[in-house]
């Protein structure tokens, strides 16, 4: 079937299953930065912008993207070099697997917390799983970018 | 999950027809079990277009529609004022935002799952499901009773009500299913429901009977509810561990309740 995705304000015609998973096809139009993970919903290292929302795009039917706005972690410009940069000063980038995906929610997290706090944090970010650093690094340099002690 | 074709129908007659013409059509709800299971179905029906997102107070009820994301749930202030942190304690822990943003009230309740926290959560309160065929059938009953099966849900009907209720859960990590949760409320009277037993939550009857006789009685209450519920073994805990749990869980959530 044919499907009009707009992905980073860029309007894509392309052709999916009926039953493609939105990684599949953002990966396909060469949005490297989606990661494939688990592919069941656990890890979050798909985790893309719906609308502004964090979402899996493992378990969000292309479909079903079609008049929604889909944001991947090159489309946040500016605002992603800025959380990249805390987390990095703080040693916290290993193999940058899980990257992609934690800065765009902790964009989203940014919006969303009007009073963070660091147990609020942890739990917005309870759905990122990271394989090496140990967390602790990158909940630093997080801290730093929302502004929390 | 694996299907020929997606249909987004324009009203809800025309998706019950698709449904009942078709045996092997399914209604999506979060589609959380896109990769989950290799079951293959002919048609999916997609009701994005039918308005089903919505958390609606009127003079009686709150109503949810059955799109409605569990993330939406989680910070409702309408739900939050009427039902304190129910709803939200039994969600907060799912996978995480990304997941909850997606995952639908629907689905969740639907499915029957016996990991479904929100299943327990929604027991204690006085709640009905309106169905497109079916019309309005009360919460407990549907969860006890396994005649509908093809049929769609539009929406959660929560009656509101001056009281108390809360949930209470045991999980060993933070974004796994529970090993056993149990919520309880006061109304017009003491509902105590218990679930992920593994299986699915249910109401208790008799240890609720004798609260409610005398709420001065809630250790004996809570120790009823491992004769009245079976509790089974999976991978996150045994039988035995739950049966040791749950008169716990029971006594505390009574005892706030009670306060």
Known sequence: MKVNLDINNRIYKTYIDADEALLSVLRKLGYKSVKKGCDTGACGVCSVLIDGKPTLSCQFLAARAEGHKITTVEGLGKDADEIVDAIVSEGADQCGYCGPSLVLTTYAMKKELKDPTIEKIKHYLAGNLCRCSGFEGQLRGIKRYMGVK | ?259
């Open chain 2, 1 to 259: 999950m694996r299907f020929e074709k997606i249909v987004k129908p324009k009203n809800f007659e025309t998706a019950l027809k698709i449904l009942k013409d078709d045996p092997d059509s399914v209604i999506l709800g979060g589609t959380t079990f896109l990769r989950l299971s290799d079951k293959k179905y002919s048609t999916a029906i997609d009701l994005a277009d039918l308005d089903l997102d919505y958390i609606i107070e009127n003079e009686d009820n709150i109503e949810i529609g059955a799109y409605t994301s569990l993330r939406t749930i989680e910070k409702d202030t309408i739900i939050n004022k009427h039902f304190g942190d129910l709803l939200p304690k039994a969600v907060e822990h799912i996978i995480g935002v990304q997941f909850r943003n997606n995952a639908k009230i629907g689905g969740a309740v639907f499915g029957r799952l016996g990991f479904s926290e929100i299943i327990t959560a929604l027991l204690v309160l006085d709640c009905e499901l309106q169905f497109e065929e079916n019309g309005i059938v009360p919460f407990a009953e549907f969860v006890s009773n396994w005649k509908i099966k093809r049929d769609i849900l539009k929406k959660i009907v929560i009656k509101k009500k001056p009281g108390k209720c809360l949930y209470k859960m045991l999980r060993t990590s933070d974004a796994d299913f529970p090993i056993l949760s149990v919520a309880v409320s006061n109304f017009d009277e003491i509902k105590i429901s218990v679930g992920t037993r593994p299986s699915i939550a249910k109401l208790s009857q008799e240890a609720s009977r004798m609260i409610n006789s005398d709420n001065s009685k809630i250790i004996e209450a809570s120790n009823l509810i491992v004769k009245e519920f079976t509790f089974g073994d999976d991978m996150r805990a045994s039988g035995k561990y739950r049966e040791k749990i749950a008169p716990v869980l029971v006594s505390r959530a009574l005892q706030e309740v009670l306060s």
